[in-house]
């Protein structure tokens, strides 16, 4: 993988590599890396876990072995994230199209609906750019709420919990989250563990992160 830095306007971050799945840590590695230069530590998480998906998606419909190109830039409190590849085919119908976003689009497109301040899609040379951008100024919170999106949206599909829309709050996101906390009371239970006592530390754990 080779990277190349630019100065411009703004903090600006190229990133070539090769859409295998070996890259994928090396690909988190760099984001990290450069985030943290940037002063933007808050938003490592979250930036991780939206280039993991997009990359992985070009692997899944462009094609393993597709070169593909990540683009960083910070300006006026948002990080913009763009991933191009060589693909023409849009993941959906237009770009930034929150509410159209369903199954056909991928865990990927369901996290930037989730975790992004905007997002959407653009015709870039011989193919296409998927970006999106996220907030600068928020902490930790966000980011775990994203982790959660991920894993409930495994959950629902492996409980046949089904819904039309992807919403950020909803009934059945609010049943589903009930469900698998349930799940891993039974869990916590049958590894000889205390239940209540996880449920202490885990209602801590939240208190501390909204009083961050």
Sequence with gaps: MTFSEESGSGLRCVLPFEAVPGELTLLRRAVR????????????DQAELVVTEL?????KHVGE?????LVLEAFGGR??????????VM??????????????????LHLLAAMSADWGTLVSGPGKAVWCELSLVADAVLARAGRASLVLQGYRELVGIRSAVWPV???????????????LLVWLALQGDDPDD??????HLYEA????
């Design 198 to 203: 996880v449920l202490a530390r885990a209602q």
């Design 55 to 59: 990359a992985t998606n070009v692997i």
């Design 169 to 183: 709050r909803s009934k059945v996101n609010q049943e589903a989250a009930t469900a698998l906390i349930a799940d």
């Design 33 to 44: 890396s450069t985030l943290v230069q940037w002063g933007a530590r808050q938003a490592v």
């Design 91 to 108: 993941p959906v119908p237009g770009a930034g199209q929150l509410g159209s976003c369903d199954a056909e689009c991928g865990r990927g």
């Design 79 to 88: 990080l913009h994230v763009e991933l191009h590849d060589k693909s023409p």
């Design 65 to 69: 072995g597709a070169p593909a190109t």
């Design 209 to 212: 992160g909204e009083a961050a």
